[in-house]
């Protein structure tokens, strides 16, 4: 998949005489798509669909930064970091995806200054898709019966794709948010269509963990990504075979270096700490992960809220537990 960072790095079919409008010659959709969830995939797999019947390119639009930062901030913490998320829709089969800064410029152009400026001008759109409540533009006075307006006058399709829905309700990013807050991981895992996933670099800890006797592998995350509900987490580990792996579906799927594994996911509140942290007790694991080595953690289910202990021996019994129900969480899903 081609990654644009730029709208001045995409290049457009000149026009054979100085009145002939650009060759139309992608089909795209805009959105933040975080999390790349089940509706999202249903959409982006519209999109490839009719992109390889119509021979155009299928390109996805998406920002560096979440909208609300700008238009309503704090922003909310994300499900999928960019690189996360790029991964994601390379895996789907996207051709390609532009990357744009979502800044106040941007969201005061128009709905038909982005269509004409962007769309047809620096895309070649010949085709939009989009979900049934999208809108674009200042105020998002581009709705999907102003982008069929647009569309008519400047030469695209719209295609309208119907939400998908999970026990009567509309399957959103915002949903899956609230649910991992809640510690519902299995229930948001099924909306994401995978595991939530934590990806970060090993960094060294303070050597508490291989003292209590369960050492333990400590990642650096990025600040933008959503920790879920603060506790205990059956989860598996994988470690990545050079610093150019990515953790796509693909290379998450079992293999020699993925191990499973009891995460803990809070703020060590035993040790009076505030900090939160994430790190993972690689279960019949004698190795030694080395700092920097780039892993994912993927959380399959809770077992238990954070909690603070009178004494580390009392945290080593639970911790004792904590592992057993792991250990059965993980059996009984295998």
Avoid at 35 to 55: C, P, T
Avoid at 232 to 261: E, I, M
Wanted: with cysteine; charged share 25%; proline share 5%.
């Amino acid at each position: 998949m081609r990654v644009y960072r730029d709208l001045t790095e995409i290049t457009v079919p000149v026009p054979s005489t100085q009145h002939s409008a650009p060759k139309l010659q992608r089909a795209v959709t805009i959105g933040v798509f975080d999390g790349v969830h089940i509706g999202h995939r249903v959409l982006i797999g519209r999109l490839i669909s009719e992109a390889r019947q119509q021979g155009l390119t299928a390109t996805v639009i998406t920002f560096a930064n979440h909208p609300q930062s700008v238009l309503n901030p704090p922003s909310p913490p994300l499900l999928t970091t960019v690189e996360e998320r790029l991964e994601l829709l390379s895996e789907l089969g996207v051709d390609e995806t532009v990357v744009l800064p979502f800044t106040l410029e941007l969201s005061r152009l128009t709905a038909e200054q982005f269509c004409r400026e962007i769309l047809v001008g620096k895309l070649a759109c010949k085709l939009l898709v989009v979900g049934d409540d999208f809108a674009l533009g200042y105020r998002r006075e581009g709705t999907v019966a102003r982008l069929k307006e647009l569309g008519a006058q400047l030469g695209f399709e719209v295609i309208v794709v119907s939400p998908v829905t999970s026990e009567g309700m509309r399957v959103s990013s915002s949903e899956i948010r609230q649910l991992l807050l809640q510690g519902e991981v299995e229930r948001a895992c099924e909306l994401l269509g995978r595991s939530y996933r934590i990806v970060g670099n090993v960094v060294k800890g303070v050597g508490r963990g291989r003292k209590l006797g369960f050492p333990t592998i400590n990642l650096k995350v990025e600040p933008e990504k959503l920790l879920p509900r603060f506790g205990v987490y059956a989860g598996k580990v994988s470690v990545a075979q050079s610093d150019k792996t990515n953790f796509t579906l693909r290379t998450l799927r079992p293999a020699q270096h993925s191990f499973d594994a009891a995460a803990y996911i809070g703020q060590r509140p035993t040790f009076g700490e505030t900090e939160p942290v994430v790190e993972a007790y690689l279960l019949d694991f004698n190795g030694f992960v080395p700092e920097g080595t780039k892993v994912a953690l993927e959380l399959v289910a809770f077992i238990r809220p954070d909690q603070k202990f009178d004494s580390a021996a009392a945290l080593v019994d639970q911790m004792s537990r904590d592992v057993q129900a792991v250990r059965e969480k993980l059996k009984a899903r295998a």
